[in-house]
């Protein structure tokens, strides 16, 4: 996604877990020099809305604007429900829910000011349908569907719109490298094919660009046919 609103000529600012500190900054540097674009960093703590307030404000000094907000951050335990920590759930549901309600809140009065913006937020196929041992994620990720259409409809008027994307299973290194992917991860996708990370960041460059007016409120299937069962 980050990569891809840059090639849309898009200033970016980057959050993530701060692992390692100069991979990050060359990223960053790399994206900002081949799109001709800035890009910032913010390892802000997603369990502390005042983080994630000042990670907003900051955004917003950065740039001068605040035209598009991506909600991407996720965590996942496993675990059935009799077993899963109290701790897991918190964090489970602080990351994946509460932090997506914080940025959005933060984010909206720059919106609302400038009579324009877009929220894109992830939820994933279990937005729209439970895996069993998931229940932290699957209640965040229905969260989030709610939680989208709810301010989808506040902001209808006010040339804001506001989805959600509900990929499946992706291809990414976390689970490139995990084995069966045929038989246990892919077994509910029934294209039998991770989807692409460039079809992600493809359909979120849409959705914030200039013919997308009429998408709001949506949770969108991107899935290779999971939720067509």
Not at 18 to 37: Q, R
Not at 63 to 78: C, K, S, T
Request: glycine share 8%.
């Amino acid at each position: 996604m980050l990569k891809a609103l840059a090639g849309a000529g898009c200033n970016v600012m980057m959050h993530g877990i701060p692992n390692d500190l100069e991979k990050i900054k060359g990223l960053t540097a790399s994206i900002a020099k081949e799109h001709g674009v800035e890009v910032g960093y913010s390892d802000a703590n997603l369990l502390n809305p005042a983080a994630i307030r000042e990670m907003v404000r900051n955004t917003h000094s950065a740039f001068g604007r605040l035209d598009i907000l991506v909600n991407n951050a996720g965590i996942q335990h496993v675990a059935p429900v009799h077993e899963l920590p109290d701790d897991k759930w918190d964090a489970i549901i602080g990351v994946c829910l509460s932090a997506t309600f914080h940025a959005t809140k933060a984010a909206l009065p720059y919106m609302l000011d400038q009579g324009w913006g877009r929220v894109v937020n992830t939820g994933s196929m279990h937005a729209l349908v439970a895996s069993p041992f998931k229940s932290a994620y699957n209640a965040a990720k229905h969260g989030v569907a709610g939680f989208t259409k709810t301010v989808a409809l506040e902001v209808a008027q006010k040339n804001i719109t506001v989805n959600a994307i509900c990929p499946g299973y992706t291809d990414t290194d976390l689970v490139r490298n995990q084995s069966v992917i045929r038989d246990v991860l892919l077994a509910d996708q029934p294209t039998k094919q991770f989807v692409k990370p460039e079809d992600i960041g493809a359909l979120v460059v849409h959705l914030c660009g200039p013919h997308s007016s009429a998408f709001t409120g949506a949770c969108i299937s991107i899935d290779g046919g999971w939720v067509a069962r």
